[in-house]
C-alpha cells in the first residue's frame, strides 16, 4: 500500500524544493500539501474539498512547518493528538526554527522528530533521502483503529461519557 505524506507548508519555495527532493530520491508515494492549520485539519478530517480518499488519502506522515495562517503548527499537533482516530499518526515537524522553546513545545505536544529545513536548496535532497528511508520505507507505524475512535472533532471528554 503506497504511504502519503502530508505536508503543510505555506512556503512556496519550501514547498517546491522539498516536492523536488523527494521525487529527486525515487518517492513514488502520493505527496500533497495544504497552505495552512486549518487545511491541514479540514484534510485530516475528510471534510470539503478534501473528502474524496482516492484524491486525499490519509497520510503516513504529517510534515509540518510550525509557522502557518491561520493556526501555527502547533495548534494543529495539538488538535492531531486530541483526536481518538490519530494517536499515533507520526508528526514531523519541518522548521527553520532552532529555537529551544520550540523544539521543547513540539515535544510536549507529541511530535515524533523535530527537522530543521536546510538553508539551500540541495541539501533538500539529503534530507528527503533520510525521511523517505526511515518514515516510509524502514518504520512500521501501529495501524490506526478507526471502529472505536470518536468522530473527528468530537470532545474527548464527550467520548468518555460515551463508553
Request: contains cysteine; hydrophobic residues 45%; negative net charge.
Amino acid at each position: 500500500m503506497p504511504k502519503t505524506i502530508l505536508l503543510v507548508e505555506d512556503s512556496e519555495d519550501d514547498a517546491f524544493f522539498i516536492t523536488r527532493a523527494f521525487k529527486a530520491v525515487g518517492m513514488v508515494s502520493p505527496f500533497s500539501r495544504v497552505e495552512d492549520g486549518q487545511k491541514a485539519i479540514d484534510y485530516l478530517s475528510g471534510r470539503n474539498p478534501f473528502a474524496d480518499r482516492a484524491r486525499f488519502p490519509m497520510p503516513s506522515l504529517v510534515l509540518m512547518d510550525i509557522k502557518l495562517p491561520f493556526m501555527s503548527g502547533f495548534e494543529v499537533l495539538r488538535w492531531i493528538r486530541e483526536q481518538p482516530a490519530f494517536p499515533t499518526l507520526p508528526v514531523v515537524m519541518f522548521t527553520s526554527s532552532n529555537q529551544e522553546c520550540d523544539i521543547e513545545k513540539a515535544y510536549s505536544l507529541g511530535a515524533n522528530a523535530y527537522l530543521m529545513k536546510p538553508n539551500h536548496g540541495e541539501h533538500y535532497s539529503e534530507l528527503a533521502g533520510l525521511i523517505k528511508r526511515f518514515w516510509l520505507d524502514a518504520n512500521l507505524p501501529p495501524p490506526l483503529k478507526l471502529e472505536n475512535a470518536a468522530p473527528l472533532g468530537m470532545p474527548i471528554q464527550q467520548k468518555i461519557a460515551q463508553l
